[in-house]
């Protein structure tokens, strides 16, 4: 069934086995990750997508928690049918290192003190949090992430991710955000900090005990609050109407119904985030800078995903230009990279609003695989002129059912099934040259995997070498591979 829900989730907690060596110097011990999953993981966990959310989002991306009034913050992105279909993909999103709902922060218990470490906190970064969710990962035996999925901070994620472990990322997808924080940015977000620490309730950070400072953390999400939203959206949400009367009071106390609706935003944020984790998050996304020596081309140069890359028009927080400044970047530096534009009046938050259009291109950037992206990289060959009993050998110990053959100069000869090895017992060849099929039907890595499993149905064969413009061999591809992902054809 489509677009169907995933139904009740629980939230899982990972405790990291050793200590977490942070960018700034400091290590940080018994780290806990909370997590949720949704769908199964296949057997060569080559299905895995990751999920990254934003500055005030948690684990709980989608499904429901028993009792809850609403799902998860992205569950019309993520179920059967939709665009991160867990029918098809293994989806894992975890809270961030120094967050507050189950993962390691600021309110959690310091085990040296066993008491919550309040501003005793070291300073985090975003490649800390990376960092973190990379042990998660590998927690699962997870090699290399089909994808890395976020917007806005999740976004600023999905590129440290890049970044930091190229060899793990096969696609990235990038929404709203940002390769490095601008000095707006850095400005409504130190705005936000100063109006918590001066609420007298901070303590110096020291108020688990006692009442939290809930006017400055308010006042904090107000102000970020504005950065999410667009003038458009405003006026078609608020316009200048009143809250609940029909002329002014001629008071201090507000009037109209967008200052309603962002007191409502504050007060209610107070009850389910932490003051000094918003004081963390922020000042790590003040650190965030991909550029090296002040080029973006230069810190993306290692990068070996393939990018989408998706800005919002009305996005103010982080416009457009930001978006296609790392696609610029990427291109200089040869790299696949798309860029796509939500048309919004929604501003910042068409992120998590324009579901219509981000299922459309998630769906098509994510099922449009080729045979480079699913192709056995570390393959078995063997030269022309071995022995029959040494071919044999080979594929017994490498438990293989398809051995290329190759030239001396390296280019593919032929290839060996499990088939021609006993036809060549049965009529006692001494050597591969009388049973290896010389005319290889071959796949490039450029081609899609629909296109290369028409071609084994065709053909009926169950495996294609993988070949680039000069026949060297680059890898293998089989039906196991296809049918995880498309299924129908072989």
């Known amino acids: 069934m489509k677009n169907e829900s995933l139904g009740i989730v629980e939230t899982q907690y990972f405790h990291l086995q050793e200590d977490l060596q942070l960018e700034s110097g400091k290590k940080l011990s018994s780290v806990t990750l909370a997590y949720e999953t949704y769908g199964n993981l296949n057997t060569d966990r080559s299905n895995a997508i990751l999920v990254c959310h934003a500055l005030s989002g948690d684990a709980h991306a989608a499904g429901w928690h028993a009792g809850d009034t609403k ?72 090699k290399k992430l089909f994808a890395v999925i976020g917007g806005s901070m999740g976004g600023v994620q999905v590129l440290q991710w890049t970044v930091s472990y190229p060899d793990s990322v096969s696609k990235a997808i990038a929404i709203a955000t940002t390769s490095h924080s601008s000095p707006q940015q850095i400005a409504f977000n130190e705005v936000g900090r100063i109006a918590i620490i001066s609420d007298p309730n901070w303590s110096e950070g020291n108020y688990y005990s006692q009442s939290p400072p809930v006017h400055g953390l308010a006042l904090a999400r107000m102000i970020g609050h504005i950065t999410y939203l667009s003038d458009d959206s405003m006026q078609h949400k608020f316009g200048r109407r009143l809250q609940g009367k029909n002329k002014y009071d001629f008071d201090l106390a507000f009037d109209f119904e967008v200052e309603s609706y962002l007191h409502h935003q504050g007060q209610s944020f107070t009850k389910r985030f932490d003051a000094n984790t918003y004081l963390y998050i922020t000042k790590a996304l003040d650190y965030f800078d991909l550029t090296r020596n002040g080029s973006l081309r230069e810190g993306l140069k290692d990068v070996q995903a393939k990018f989408l890359i998706i800005g919002v028009s009305s996005d103010w927080l982080y416009p457009p230009y930001q978006s296609r400044e790392i696609v610029a970047a990427l291109s200089a530096n040869d790299k696949e990279a798309i860029y796509r534009e939500i048309e919004s009046n929604y501003g910042h938050d068409a992120f998590l609003l324009e579901t219509g259009q981000l299922n459309y291109l998630l769906t098509n950037f994510l099922s449009h695989v080729t045979v480079a992206d699913i192709m056995k990289k570390d393959i078995v060959s063997i030269r022309e002129g071995i022995s029959i009993e040494e071919t044999a050998r080979v594929m017994c110990r490498e438990e293989i059912t398809h051995l290329p053959v190759v030239s001396q100069n390296g280019e593919l000869a032929g290839i060996i099934t499990s088939w021609d090895i006993s036809k060549a017992v049965a009529l006692k060849y001494t050597s591969p040259e009388h049973i290896m099929t010389r005319e290889v039907i071959t796949a490039s890595p450029e081609e899609t995997i629909e296109n290369a499993a028409k071609k084994m149905q065709k053909m009926n064969i169950s495996a294609l070498p993988v070949v680039d413009g000069n026949r060297k061999i680059l890898g293998i591809i089989g039906s196991d591979e296809i049918n995880r992902l498309i299924g129908g054809y072989i």
């Open 71 to 142: 799902p998860g913050w992205w569950d019309t992105m993520i179920g059967p049918g939709k665009a991160l279909d867990t029918d098809r993909y293994f989806v894992i999103c975890s809270n961030v290192l120094g967050g507050c709902k189950g993962s390691t922060g600021p309110s959690s218990i310091n085990p040296a003190t066993d008491k919550p470490y309040s501003i005793d906190f070291p300073v985090i970064t975003i490649g800390d949090m990376v960092k973190a969710q990379k042990a998660l990962t590998d927690h699962f035996c997870i």
